[in-house]
């Protein structure tokens, strides 16, 4: 059984990575999917964390992050993207990989730790998936985006962000050339298409909503 205190950093991050990249708040049944749980666990667990001030939340409506439970919120994205940076930089390996990883230690290295790492990588401003890391005040920067699904034909951006929660998606990208950083140019949205270096990628839908492009 995972520590009470891991349990809501869990929940804290999901809630907060929910709306990096859009602007809805999370609702319930969302965030039982993200986490992999009972709908009726995450309600429970949701009231506890309301009454601890960390969140809002109003019967059947959507969660989210009281200004305290942000600041917490916050801490513990820096700690796992920082991990991952490290992970690829330093340790080998690849950027499909260490996501699992950095769930299980972002809950136990030590904040003198976590700023040696920072030190090492001489304070990064992005992870291996193109996410903003928070620096120690927890600020992160942050581009005007479009999402690759939603970017209209002719657009040409570069990739700010690739989600990470398909590792199989992130190695054929991988093998198809396509990263963060790579520019990419829209070429149609119905079958999608990119070119991506000369190169022109049919991509599927899964791709069109893990992909983030400058605006």
Known sequence: MRPPAAVTEDYLKTIYAHTEWQSDDITPSQLAARLELAPSTVTEMVKKLAAAGLVTHRRYGSISLTDEGRVKAIAVVRRHRL????????????????????????????????????????????????????????????????????????HEGTVLRISDRDPE?????????????SPLRVESQHPLAVSCDGATLRLDDAAGEAIWLTA
């Open 83 to 154: 991990i991952e940076t490290w992970l690829v930089t330093e340790m080998g390996y690849t950027w499909d990989a260490v996501h699992d990883e950095a769930e299980i230690l972002e809950h136990a290295i030590s904040d003198r730790l976590l700023d040696a790492i920072d030190e090492r990588l001489g304070h990064p401003r992005r992870d291996p998936h193109g996410d903003p890391i928070p620096d120690a005040a927890g600020k992160a920067d942050r581009e005007d985006f479009v999402l690759l699904t939603d970017a209209v034909d002719g």
């Open 169 to 181: 998606l992130l190695r054929d990208l991988e093998r198809r050339g396509v990263d963060v950083g």
